[in-house]
């Protein structure tokens, strides 16, 4: 999975994953010098690039992802609620 290759590359732990038709839950264990947006351009500026590549049509699309997201801290929720949290959404109409 591209994701997840590119995860490996960065040295990032996928904790939980679940894909919608149009968004992505993710569960990341980073390292601290990875800033969550950092983290986020990187996952979504090689996504864009290597689909580019293998899909020439996605070319002409003006973007693959857009600009938003949004990223949290773990801080004070255990792993495992955010855990199921994310592998719950696949269940929701």
């Not at 990032?12 to 992505?24: F, G, L, T």
């Not at 990341?28 to 979504?44: E, G, R």
Request: charged share 25%; aromatic share 6%.
């Amino acid at each position: 999975m591209l994701v997840q290759e590119i995860c490996n590359e960065l040295d990032i732990v996928i904790v939980a994953m679940e894909c919608e038709k149009d968004h992505v839950h993710l569960f990341l264990n980073t390292l601290p010098i990875l800033s969550p947006a950092d983290t986020m351009a990187k996952i979504k500026g090689v996504t864009s690039k290597r689909l580019r590549e293998e899909f020439p049509h996605l070319m002409h699309l003006p973007s693959l992802w857009t600009r938003s997201y949004f990223v949290s801290t773990a801080g004070n929720v255990s792993s495992e609620t955010i855990k199921q949290y994310v592998e719950n959404q696949k269940t929701r109409g």
